[in-house]
């Protein structure tokens, strides 16, 4: 089992940043993946950057190249996600997730495990 907790999420004007975090827990060392999927009220699920835990290799939605930046810090089993440049469209409650399936699609959602979600709010 691998137990996640996101922070970091608030409420912030268009153009700002903000910086979220993801502390895992337990049976850490068998992780392949870390991602972050935001979800906004009516709309599906979507993948928004991921990181290879013991490579650093990322992967990122089109919609936030360049403007998001995932990060792990292994010492301390968290991930960060660093929002800069943020815009109204990225309003949503953003949840991290710990996939243990060797050679996986990172942007693929089936991921083993998920944490209770944060809300990042981008006022216009």
């Known amino acids: 089992q691998v137990q996640l907790v996101e922070s970091g999420g608030g409420l912030v004007q268009a153009g700002g940043s903000l910086s979220l975090s993801c502390a895992a827990s337990?049976?850490?060392?068998?992780?392949?993946?870390m991602g972050w999927f935001r979800q906004a009220p009516g709309k599906e699920r979507e993948f928004v950057a991921a990181?290879?835990?013991?490579?650093?290799?990322?992967y990122y939605a089109d919609s936030v190249k360049g403007r998001f930046t995932i990060s792990r810090d292994n010492a301390k089993n968290t991930v960060y996600l660093q929002l800069n440049s943020l815009k109204p469209e990225d309003t949503a409650t953003y949840y991290c997730?710990?996939?243990?399936?060797?050679?996986?699609?990172?942007?693929?959602?089936?991921?083993?495990?998920w944490g209770q979600g944060t809300q990042v709010t981008v006022s216009s």
């Open positions: 990181i290879l835990w013991s490579g650093g290799s990322t």
């Open positions: 997730a710990a996939k243990q399936k060797w050679f996986s699609n990172p942007r693929a959602d089936d991921y083993d495990y």
């Open positions: 337990g049976r850490t060392f068998i992780t392949y993946f």
